[in-house]
């Protein structure tokens, strides 16, 4: 990894001098990146897509940071581990942006922590080009009940360089029938295989449910799609299978997948693959204890890699075809979203995954949540239904993306 620092400080540049001066920092950063110290005045020898930012080596300097602003990634971040008053003249620096509603991070702590946000910084930069160019599949159309989860095609475009790529269900539907069950009897078979058991549903549920993840996994090749949201409720009214086994698996090999059409919830769900590069639950919040801080997150169907055991059962609401009780170890849990209709708002919290439920009244797989910032934030101000759960600590990472990205935090 390649990152480029642009000098600022007083007095005739030397690169040896430089480095000499600030030493301890560089070693560290060595350690991750491969380090290139390039003087402000050379800032166009820095190729046009590489990660880089400024670094403040002194005071005096802020004159020369305001002069040369554009040649900065915006938002700005300055790096600064405060020797000779670097902290001084990059906190007013600051400021002075600030005033111009040009926003600024300043990057500095112990040499530990300045390098650890250095990596968080970093790893918000590649998940934010990584996901230039990527194609998000709207298989049939959304969910009539998702009247908040609107999205802009064109804005999200310009905004995050993705593209939503309308797919007529009647394309899986014509694949549906064209697969037979020999092509997917042993697949069906491996499934059933692994599941901790099977109730509630019939050999040809799990049929229906594997031809219809093979037509959407075949649409996803043929389209070169990277994410993909499938209208659930077309599919069990036409087929009589659910979308729960499809999304599941495709999640499992990379390729985010979600239902209902929730064009806001794919997006989120592939950004949190790019950040963490893990597999996501799409849920929705079923019951809130607000004197516990806890909500119980649920929906039919769940990344088998996500969880340590399922359960294939029927789907919730109708009773028909597939759907699947995830089982999740106790753990550290991230809930993200983003919303908006160019997706420029987001909420994310780190919590606890207390317990797995089996409540009758909500969707197969249950998860119940200890949330570390108040539950309120659901009933007051939430940006839509589902939400997007992680396993492990990511709130750090998401919200360094999200905020470079210029979004607006709602709790």
């Not at 940071?65 to 581990?81: E, K, M, R």
């Not at 009758?360 to 797989?365: E, P």
């Amino acid at each position: 990894m390649d990152l480029y620092l642009l000098i600022f400080t007083t007095g005739t540049y030397i690169a040896e001098q430089t480095y000499e001066s600030h030493k301890e920092l560089f070693i560290a950063l060595e350690k991750h990146f491969t380090l290139h110290l390039v003087n402000y005045t050379k800032a166009e020898t820095i190729p046009s897509n590489a990660y880089k930012m400024g670094f403040i080596g002194s005071g005096g300097v802020e004159d020369k940071v305001i002069q040369n602003f554009s040649s900065f990634s915006y938002p700005i971040t300055l790096l600064t581990d405060g020797l000779n008053n670097s902290l001084a003249a990059a906190l007013e620096v600051s400021a002075c942006f600030g005033y111009k509603d040009m926003k600024v991070r300043i990057i500095h702590g112990s040499i530990p922590e300045m390098v650890e946000q250095v990596l968080i910084h970093h790893r918000a930069f590649a998940a934010k080009r990584s996901l230039k160019g990527k194609r998000i599949g709207v298989i049939g159309t959304p969910a009539p009940w998702l009247v908040a989860s609107h999205v802009d095609y064109l804005l999200a475009s310009q905004r995050w360089g993705v593209t939503y790529v309308d797919i007529p269900i009647e394309e899986v539907f014509k694949r549906f029938y064209a697969i037979t069950d020999d092509e997917i009897g042993m697949q069906a078979s491996i499934f059933a295989n692994r599941a901790k058991a099977c109730q509630d549903t019939t050999p040809d549920d799990l049929l229906r449910a594997m031809r219809l993840y093979k037509a959407v996994k075949d649409v996803c090749a043929e389209q070169k799609l990277d994410a993909v949201t499938l209208s659930s409720d077309q599919c069990i009214s036409q087929l009589n299978a659910t979308g729960n086994v499809t999304s599941a698996l495709l999640t499992d090999e990379g390729i985010p997948a979600g239902g209902e059409g929730d064009l806001q919830t794919i997006m989120t769900m592939l950004m949190a693959y790019a950040i963490t590069g893990k597999p996501t639950f799409m849920g929705n919040p079923s019951f809130i204890d607000r004197k516990r801080n806890e909500l119980i997150l649920a929906h039919c169907s769940v990344p088998t890699k996500m969880v340590d055991e399922f359960i294939i059962r029927d789907h919730f609401e109708t009773g028909r075809g597939i759907g699947l009780q995830g089982l999740m170890h106790e753990g550290d849990i991230t809930l993200f979203k983003c919303g908006g209709e160019c997706l420029d708002e987001y909420y994310v919290s780190e919590g606890y995954l207390v317990e797995n439920t089996n409540l009758i009244s909500a969707c197969r797989t249950q998860f119940r949540l200890k949330m570390n910032k108040p539950v309120d934030y659901f009933l007051n101000n939430p940006i839509g239904n589902h939400h997007v759960l992680i396993q492990g600590h990511h709130a750090a990472a998401l919200q360094e993306f999200m905020q470079l990205n210029r979004c607006k935090l709602r709790e």
